[in-house]
Nanobody, 122 residues
Framework: QVQLVESGGGLVQAGGSLRLSCAAS????????MGWFRQVPGKEREFVVY????????YYADSVKGRFTISRDNAKNTVYLQMNSLNSVDTAVYYC???????????????WGQGTQVTVSS
């Protein structure tokens, strides 16, 4: 059982930055692959980035490469998503997720947070 809680979303102007946080419960946080996904109404959930359990392996969607950075602090049971150079296309509900292996597919992740809204004005 893993509980995930996202925070840090909000309204930002195009070109601005936000940092999302995902706090996890439990004592086995470092054993999970952590991913960030986003979703807009009427569309399927979209992969953004994942990070391996130790933080040494990351993989970004092409749409966010060079702009977003994922990191994790296993001592704090927290994963972060630093988002820079935000564009209106980044507007979505952002979800963090925990899974057992490296994957870009939502179905591969068994635990999900409640989501946090990111709105980029243009």
């Amino acid at each position: 059982q893993v509980q995930l809680v996202e925070s840090g979303g909000g309204l930002v102007q195009a070109g601005g930055s936000l940092r999302l946080s995902c706090a996890a419960s439990g004592r086995t946080f470092s054993s999970y692959v952590m991913g960030w996904f986003r979703q807009v109404p009427g569309k399927e959930r979209e992969f953004v980035v994942y990070i391996g359990g130790s933080g040494g392996t990351t993989y970004y969607a092409d749409s966010v490469k060079g702009r977003f950075t994922i990191s994790r602090d296993n001592a704090k049971n927290t994963v972060y998503l630093q988002m820079n150079s935000l564009n209106s296309v980044d507007t979505a509900v952002y979800y963090c997720a925990a899974g057992g292996f490296l994957s870009t597919r939502p179905a591969s992740y068994g635990y999900w947070g409640q989501g946090t809204q990111v709105t980029v004005s243009s």
